[in-house]
């Protein structure tokens, strides 16, 4: 998921898959929380909060669950031998 940097004394970058409901909110102190089922208008007005930090806390941490820590990418799949000499190098 791509996050975008945010001014905010607290966090660091946010980010939101709309397909998924998911916001994710990585922390200045390295952290990262994926908060689940969260509406797209609620991920717009934390865009827009004056305080993104107090936002989170009052709006989106206590009632919406969470997971710490973004998923590891993808691994990707081998390619297989017999079109190795197709790959791009």
Same mark, same amino acid.
């Given at each position: 998921m791509h996050r975008r940097p945010v001014? &905010? +004394?607290s966090l660091a970058s946010i980010g939101y898959d709309s397909n998924a409901l998911t916001?994710?909110?990585?922390? #200045?102190? !390295?952290g990262v929380y994926r908060y689940l089922n969260v509406p797209a208008d609620l991920f717009e007005a934390l865009? &827009?909060?004056?305080? #993104? !930090?107090t936002f989170l806390n009052t709006t989106i #941490?206590? &009632?919406?669950?969470f997971m710490r820590g +973004?998923?590891?990418p993808s691994p990707q799949s081998p390619i297989p031998?017999?079109?190795? &000499?197709? +790959?791009?190098k």
């Open positions: 001014e &905010s +004394a916001l994710e909110v990585e922390f #200045k102190h !390295g865009l &827009s909060a004056e305080s #993104k !930090g #941490k206590n &009632s919406y669950p +973004a998923p590891d031998e017999s079109l190795r &000499s197709l +790959a791009v």
